[in-house]
């Protein structure tokens, strides 16, 4: 499967933002899909992830109630619905997707094999 996020820019805090990840290639059904980001200078982190089979979403605490993730089947897209962004939210942002990840692993990168390229979300105060 190919992923191509889209969506970032700069907005100020407190604003919102909608990020894509269209894919192709293959049909997401197959996929659990995630979202990361790594800020400069930083690791890069879980934010977001849908789990397949289960159809669960699962949150990092940072972003736990101001962002959301979904899923578009018929679309075959992803979203990540970002609100009450903040200056620390500001990160290069990435959708994965991978078939075999585990729960136990899924809030960990180098457990996805597909990646879009990222897209950079600033957040001004």
């Known amino acids: 499967v190919q992923l191509q996020a889209s969506g970032g820019g700069m907005v100020q805090a407190g604003g919102s933002l909608r990020l894509p990840c269209a894919a192709s290639?293959?049909?997401?059904?197959?996929?659990?899909m995630g979202w990361f980001r790594q800020a400069p200078g930083k690791e890069r982190e879980f934010v977001a992830v849908?789990?397949?089979?289960?159809?669960?979403?699962y949150y990092a605490d940072s972003v736990k109630g101001r962002f959301t993730i979904s899923r578009d089947y018929a679309r075959n897209m992803v979203y990540l619905q970002m609100d009450s962004l903040k200056p620390e939210d500001t990160a290069v942002y990435y959708c994965a997707a991978d078939q075999g990840v585990t729960l136990s692993a899924i809030t960990i990168w180098n457990q996805y094999d597909y990646w879009g390229q990222g897209t950079l979300v600033t957040v001004s105060s």
């Open positions: 849908f789990r397949r089979n289960a159809d669960r979403t």
């Open positions: 290639g293959d049909t997401l059904r197959r996929y659990t």
